[in-house]
């Protein structure tokens, strides 16, 4: 009798931490199996190879247009090696100095106009390719920013940055930059805004997480 009791209890114990990880919201192993799973390598990186095949094939037919090819991919490659070092600084000064809390109550959910405000005057101080601001949307998101001022952000880099309006008004003339300007403060929260209710809480923590399993690869 006191070899089942004991069977039974070590039975039990042996559950425990499985039935606590499944109220905790992880399935036992399942979940960290899951979250352990790699894609392929052809699927993630199959459009490079294809699209590197098909620069070699183009290179060995056209010969000239090959090698434009490869200057534009090697000015790319310097501008991108230029950029981004900087970026990663910022992007762990912005980790390590503005806390959860601070960044939620200036551009998170209820922060209203100031909020969006700020989204806007962060994007256009800014300065680099539009590939530079999706590293800094994705920790504003995981720090609490609502994901309309994120977009916002990221409108405003491609649109609203302060070197930019002034090559455009050099070169479009000043009517047609204040004019685009214009539009471009209306329609950029008009489409976070619409982007923002089409996807729900449910889209942006499925970007959190996408971002987490990216970062832990």
Do not use: C
């Amino acid at each position: 009798m006191s070899k089942q009791m004991k069977d039974f209890s070590d039975k039990t114990a042996g559950k425990a931490p499985e039935q606590q990880a499944r109220q905790n919201g992880a399935p036992g192993n399942m979940s960290g199996q899951q979250g352990n799973q790699k894609k392929p390598f052809l699927k993630r990186y199959g459009a490079f190879f294809l699209l590197l095949a098909a620069g070699a094939a183009a290179g060995l037919v056209l010969p000239d247009l090959g090698k434009a090819a490869l200057d534009n991919t090697l000015g790319s490659f310097k501008e991108m090696l230029s950029v981004l070092p900087p970026i990663f600084v910022l992007l762990g000064l912005l980790d390590v100095w503005v806390d959860r809390a601070t960044m939620m109550k200036y551009t998170g959910k209820g922060s209203g106009f100031k909020g969006v405000l700020i989204a806007f005057l962060l994007g256009s101080a800014a300065a680099g390719p539009l590939y530079a601001a999706f590293p800094f949307a994705a920790v504003m998101l995981k720090k609490g920013s609502s994901l309309m001022n994120v977009l916002i952000f990221i409108g405003a880099w491609s649109t609203t940055k302060i070197p930019l309006l002034a090559f455009e008004a050099s070169s479009m003339g000043p009517r047609f930059t204040l004019v685009r300007l214009a539009l471009s403060l209306v329609g950029v929260p008009l489409i976070a805004f619409l982007t923002e209710k089409a996807l729900g809480q449910s889209g942006v923590e499925e970007i959190i997480t996408l971002y987490d399993t990216e970062q832990t690869k």
